[in-house]
């Protein structure tokens, strides 16, 4: 395996998971990068669901925690540009960031602080509501030139396979898949299936081993089995 770049890493979490959860993936990542490199933009639950409840915002509130976490390190590592790590949903949240288009009212410029974006499980194309008020601003302004400035890899599993006629996990995976996308018979990772991950222009990676969902007792993207998976693209 090639060596693993030592830029400073930003983990940012999916749509409705915390933090903390994602001190498993920092502990797999600092065998490769020093600890103090890697950090966990600090989003909470109330930030996807809002207070009162208004997640189509969500978006604008893990942005700013997202921005926060960017600046820091770019003060902390001066002319070493970020690497954002970002799981699920959170991928759609850093490319609306990277776009530096207004959305709802906010725009960040990102300039040269930040050097790659790898995403985890990330549906690029989807019919869920909140999701596709993301993605349809991203293809709204993405451009083949954006991938020159910021390059995205895409990593996807596909471990699971649904089948509305199969076993009660196969069946599971095709009701998930099929609340992505208009069909359901798809490999993936559980959850998403990896065909709603690609993205043009991007370099999408799949991996045989990993499942979706950042619980105890799986192996998901963000376990030491499941980042030695995906760390050479980093």
Request: charged share 20%; hydrophobic share 35%.
């Amino acid at each position: 395996m090639k060596a693993v770049p030592q830029n400073p890493v930003v983990i940012i979490p999916g749509v409705l998971f915390w933090d903390s959860l994602y001190d498993i993936m920092k502990d797999a990542l600092a065998e490769y990068i020093p600890r103090a490199k890697i950090t966990i933009a600090p989003v909470s639950l109330v930030d996807w669901v809002g207070f009162p409840p208004s997640p189509e915002y969500s978006t604008n509130r893990v942005m700013k925690a997202l921005d926060k976490s960017v600046r820091d390190m770019n003060k902390k590592y001066p002319g070493e540009p970020v690497t954002l790590v970002a799981h699920s949903g959170g991928g759609t949240v850093a490319m609306v960031y990277l776009l530096q288009k207004p959305f709802q009212g906010d725009v960040y410029q990102t300039g040269s602080g930040i050097g790659k974006l790898v995403t985890l499980g990330t549906p690029f194309h989807t019919h869920e509501h909140y999701a596709k008020i993301k993605t349809d601003f991203i293809f709204k302004y993405l451009s083949s030139d954006f991938f020159s400035h910021y390059p995205v890899v895409s990593v996807v599993s596909d471990k699971y396979h649904g089948n509305s006629q199969g076993s009660f996990v196969e069946k599971m995976c095709y009701k998930f898949y099929k609340s992505v996308l208009d069909e359901g018979n798809l490999g993936g990772d559980g959850i998403v299936p990896a065909k709603s991950c690609f993205l043009e222009g991007a370099e999408n990676v799949t991996i045989a081993d990993a499942e979706h969902l950042p619980t105890p007792h799986t192996r998901w993207y963000g376990t030491k089995e499941g980042v030695e998976q995906w760390i050479q693209w980093l």
